[in-house]
């Protein structure tokens, strides 16, 4: 299998830290967040990861060479003159994954400790053409999700917005998205073709015609490091091994 790790964004909420950096380069106890996303993935015994840029991409590209890329297969999809958005993201790399049946992909700025290999086996066990890990958490925007885990629709509370797309509506549950996720190839046959476009609204224009499924992690850490307080929070919570395959732990106090 191989993965993308989403690593374009501007990362404006971090404004000033990244006026003069990339989020992807913020550090976390001396780590950077894309070196711990790179060791989580390699840690599930993926070796070949492809990673967009955009905003200072000279930057990563510098750092991945000075680390000869830990020892991995990692290429570059370079958005330099064109934020794609996620889903534009992940069309301009689909030929990367070109013999693949599934592909695995995760947020930058995403730190936890949920079980990707738990993921790949439910996921390919199910087999669902996209399967988004989630979890119950306070968060402003929620996935809803039926009896079964099927994707259904979105909302978001404080602006009273809400977007069903089943036909049954009864009984839906409210989750958060864990920003970790696999997808089936065959779903790049389903893209617009539009050239910038967003993750949530395509797999939500699906989901009433392929199986596009959740996967709920057990009890655990999840920080987004999107904001200074977030990365101020994770610097006093979370503590790296490089020598584990899971890499990333919390601090028991």
């Not at 990673?51 to 200072?56: D, K, P, Q, S, W």
């Amino acid at each position: 299998m191989k993965a993308m790790i989403l690593a374009a964004g501007l990362g404006t909420r971090l404004q000033p830290l990244t006026d003069s950096k990339p989020k992807a380069l913020l550090e976390i106890n001396g780590v950077s967040l894309l070196e711990m996303a790179i060791r989580r993935v390699a840690g599930a015994g993926i070796r070949d990861i492809v990673i967009n840029v955009h905003h200072f991409a000279g930057q990563v590209i510098d750092f991945l060479n000075k680390a000869d890329s830990f020892g991995l297969n990692i290429m570059i999809s370079d958005e330099s003159d064109l934020l794609l958005d996620t889903g534009g993201a992940l069309k301009k790399a689909a030929h990367f994954f070109n013999g693949e049946e599934d592909f695995l992909i995760h947020n930058v700025d995403v730190l936890t400790d949920l079980n990707i290999n738990e993921l790949i086996i439910d996921h390919q066990r199910s087999g669902a053409r996209a399967t988004l890990a989630v979890r119950e958490r306070p968060t402003s925007r929620n996935l809803l999700i039926d009896q079964s885990g099927q994707l259904c629709g979105w909302e978001y509370p404080e602006k009273h917005l809400r977007v069903l797309n089943r036909d049954s509506i009864r009984g839906l549950r409210p989750v958060a998205f864990s920003c970790i996720y696999l997808l089936s190839t065959k779903l790049f046959e389903k893209m617009p073709e539009d050239q910038v476009f967003g993750l949530m609204p395509w797999l939500l224009s699906l989901c009433g015609q392929e199986g596009i499924r959740t996967w709920e992690h057990p009890a655990g850490f999840w920080y987004e490091a999107g904001r200074p307080e977030s990365l101020a929070q994770a610097e006093k919570k979370l503590f790296f091994d490089p020598d584990s395959p899971v890499y990333i732990f919390e601090k028991r106090v």
